[in-house]
């Protein structure tokens, strides 16, 4: 069973005609993405934000029109994968490096839809290192910062090289081991110069797709 195709294209669901769609990155949502490509092929009518450049074409190529991000007022509804969700519904995010854009999009989105497989979905946030987005200048300095908050920092490397996120900043892989109290960690590591954004999506979700124990889609409200 392809746990990631059955919640991405249940996410697809909840996109309406008119709608200003926050198109996420990652193989989770790249199933939303291909279900509203044969949706706008059969006439529905909407735009998409993506929030990275690989979202970006793959939107282009399954055909959903797109504006910038910079000229929405609205976006009606966003949806994007995980890398982890505890079961206060808080995240972990970037383990493809788009995280910042994913976060500012979700951020203006009226409603989060986010789709996780079974995996994703853990007691507690913390076994999948916590992406961070620094800035180039300074990294080595930035990267001794966020280790006094209690991590081992790991430069983010993609072919011998360091890895460039999308906006031309780095990524570091944060190992805290358990995450317990993850919206105090949030907003440390952002007060840190240098930090541009941390991969805890800390009650931004308003629904979490995902497969559960018999194998069944669960749509879970996380707004109660
Ligand atoms: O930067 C990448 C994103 O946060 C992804 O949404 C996340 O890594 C989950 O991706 P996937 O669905 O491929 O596991």
Avoid at 52 to 72: C, D, R, W
Avoid at 76 to 96: R, T, V, Y
Wanted: hydrophobic share 40%.
């Amino acid at each position: 069973m392809n746990e990631k195709l059955l919640v991405g294209e249940k996410a697809a669901e909840y996109v309406k005609d008119g709608m200003v769609v926050g198109l996420g990155t990652g193989s989770t949502v790249y199933y939303t993405i291909q279900k509203l490509g044969e949706r706008v092929a059969a006439g529905l009518s909407i735009v998409g934000i993506p929030t990275s450049i690989q979202t970006e074409e793959l939107a282009k190529k399954v055909g959903i029109p797109l504006m910038p991000f910079e000229e929405a007022e609205t976006i009606h509804l966003a949806i994007d994968g995980a890398d982890e969700a505890d079961p206060e519904s808080n995240l972990i995010k970037g383990g493809g490096g788009a995280l910042l854009r994913e976060k500012m999009i979700a951020y203006l989105a009226k409603q989060f839809i986010v789709v996780a497989d079974s995996k994703k979905m853990v007691e507690t946030l913390g076994a999948f290192k916590l992406p961070v987005e620094i800035i180039q200048f300074g990294y080595k300095v930035t990267q001794r910062h966020i280790e006094k908050l209690g991590c081992t920092a790991i430069l983010r490397v993609k072919d011998g090289k360091p890895y460039v996120t999308d906006n031309g900043n780095y990524i570091l892989d944060c190992d805290f081991g358990d995450i317990k109290d993850p919206q105090p960690l949030e907003l440390k590591m952002n007060m840190i110069p240098g930090v541009v954004e941390n991969g805890l999506f800390v009650g931004m979700a308003d629904r979490i797709i995902t497969v559960n124990q018999n194998g069944d889609v669960e749509d879970q409200n996380c707004r109660g």
